[in-house]
């Protein structure tokens, strides 16, 4: 089983700030490697697909890079609706595993 | 519009039976495959289940396997997991969601709550 591990696992920023989660994964899965974003009490959101493209009518301040095991999600100009927590998951190979979730607060 | 509703979440006791339904609308279901994800409360998303679009292919998560089956019904645009023999580490949202080629999942339905308790 693949295992993707979340750094850092809380991050408290304020507004306009950058935000950088990284996602490694146990074995190269390659590009497949996708972001999601949970609000409370909401269903996840796509946000990043094969590591760096963007989903269709996400705001571009989220970008993705990465291959291979390391991969970053960034945000750039955080703004107070990204108050989230964030997750990747790959695709690569069964079992589709995620990874544990960065939680965003904005202070 | 893309709609995915789960539905049939409940209180079930230990050993009992649930059955999950997906009703999608809004694009043309038969053309994707679908996942089941699930959310114990308070923890992260885990997979469950996965089904192609003609039902060829099916996966299990080995934390279900041999207790769980996925199914769907493409003229009736539905999705389902039939969950047997569950247990207390069962309750959770279950999230029924559409795969893209890519292996993202694109649209979730809102969740269904199983709670597994005596």
């Known amino acids: 089983e693949i295992v993707l591990t979340q750094s850092p696992d809380f991050q408290s920023v304020t507004p306009k700030e950058k935000v950088t989660i990284t996602c490694r994964a146990s074995?190269?899965?390659?590009?497949?490697l996708h972001w999601y974003q949970q609000k409370p009490d909401q269903s996840p959101k796509l946000l990043i697909k094969y590591a760096s493209q963007s989903f269709s009518g996400v705001p571009s301040r989220f970008s993705g890079s990465g291959s291979g095991t390391d991969f970053t999600l960034t945000i750039n100009s955080l703004e107070a609706e990204d108050a989230a927590t964030y997750y990747c998951?790959?695709?690569?190979?069964?079992?589709?595993?995620f990874g544990p979730g960065t939680k965003v607060d904005i202070k | 519009e893309v709609q995915l509703v789960e539905s049939g979440g409940g209180l079930v006791q230990p050993g009992g039976s649930l059955r999950l339904s997906c009703a999608a609308s809004?694009?043309?279901?038969?053309?994707?495959?679908m996942n089941w994800v699930r959310q114990a409360p308070g923890k992260g998303l885990e997979w469950v289940s996965y089904i192609s679009s003609s039902s060829s292919t099916i996966y299990y998560a080995d934390s279900v396997k041999g207790r769980f089956t996925i199914s769907r019904d493409n003229a009736k645009n539905s999705l389902y997991l039939q969950m047997n023999s569950l247990r207390d580490e069962d309750t959770a949202v279950y999230y029924c969601?559409?795969?893209?080629?890519?292996?993202?999942?694109?649209?979730w339905g809102q969740g269904t709550l199983v709670t597994v308790s005596s």
């Open positions: 998951h790959q695709s690569s190979s069964l079992p589709f595993t």
């Open positions: 074995q190269s899965i390659g590009s497949s």
């Open positions: 969601a559409r795969e893209r080629n890519s292996g993202s999942y694109d649209r």
């Open positions: 809004g694009f043309t279901f038969s053309s994707y495959s």
